[in-house]
């Protein structure tokens, strides 16, 4: 199975800027890439950070802009999100019977879960009882076959200082259903807005750069996060019984290509 994975577009409204780019240029080129470069990918995930204040105009703006891709699209937020907004603008946006945005779906490789790690009032991430216990089912309900999870903030301590300060709080509470369960095959990360992979408590885990701007790599910086406009990409992923490949297309990258 081929899928898309973007993240972290922070669209504004329009014709604002943000850190001297424009968010809504930039997405404009993804989505042309993707519909060029992978129109046979079975589906896209966006795991957060649609907008980069909650506006409702924001909103509206990627609304239209998804109805340029050629396949399905799945939805989730991130911290710079408003859950209230966002739903306003998406009623028809999966969400759990508690009202978070969490997903569930079957596809050719398996169930595909969408966690809502988004907490009002700080950018630090969560998953209280109700939203652990939803993944927790989900979980139970697909034991034997493989799960992919993913969800905007990152459960783990990566290096990057003030990034680790907003991470995933008592990811704890999630390692022991991760754990217990023992059918996740990757998790796929937003937040980070840079390219890294590993493995958490024994999952492949891997993140992205975003659409727009990009948090550097800095591990010594302290009280800010660093910001850079390294180039922004999207992830073109392969799952199968044997292997999860994830691929990373720069869409801004006009370079010719050789024979080598």
């Not at 899928?3 to 780019?21: N, W």
């Not at 080129?29 to 966006?46: G, P, W």
């Not at 550097?216 to 199968?240: N, Q």
Request: net charge negative; hydrophobic share 40%.
């Amino acid at each position: 199975m081929k899928f898309i994975q973007i993240s972290d577009i922070h669209l504004v409204a329009p014709g604002e800027r943000l850190y001297g780019l424009d968010p809504r240029e930039r997405f404009e080129r993804c989505i042309a890439d993707i519909n060029d470069q992978h129109a046979d990918a079975e589906l896209v995930v966006i795991t957060g950070d649609l907008t980069q204040q909650g506006d409702e105009r924001a909103y509206r703006l990627l609304g239209e802009l998804l109805g340029r891709l050629k396949m399905p699209v799945h939805l989730l937020i991130g911290n710079h999100d408003h859950r209230q907004r966002f739903q306003a603008v998406f009623p028809a946006a999966a969400k759990d019977s508690n009202g978070f945005v969490q997903f569930c779906i079957e596809t050719s490789a398996g169930r595909f879960i969408g966690l809502d790690t988004n907490e009002p009032g700080t950018h630090k991430g969560r998953l209280c009882r109700q939203r652990l216990g939803w993944l927790d089912a989900r979980l139970q309900e697909a034991a034997g076959r493989p799960v992919y999870l993913f969800m905007h903030h990152a459960p783990l301590a990566v290096g990057l200082r003030e990034m680790d300060v907003i991470a995933l709080q008592d990811s704890h509470l999630l390692a022991d259903i991760v754990t217990a369960r023992g059918n996740v095959r990757h998790i796929f990360i937003g937040h980070l807005h840079r390219s890294l992979s590993g493995s958490w408590l024994g999952v492949p885990f891997s993140t992205l750069p975003g659409t727009n701007h990009q948090v550097a790599l800095d591990f010594v910086v302290e009280h800010v996060v660093p910001g850079s406009h390294e180039p922004p990409a999207y992830a073109v992923v392969f799952a199968s019984p044997e292997a999860t490949l994830v691929h990373l297309r720069n869409f801004t990258d006009e370079t010719a290509t050789f024979n080598l």
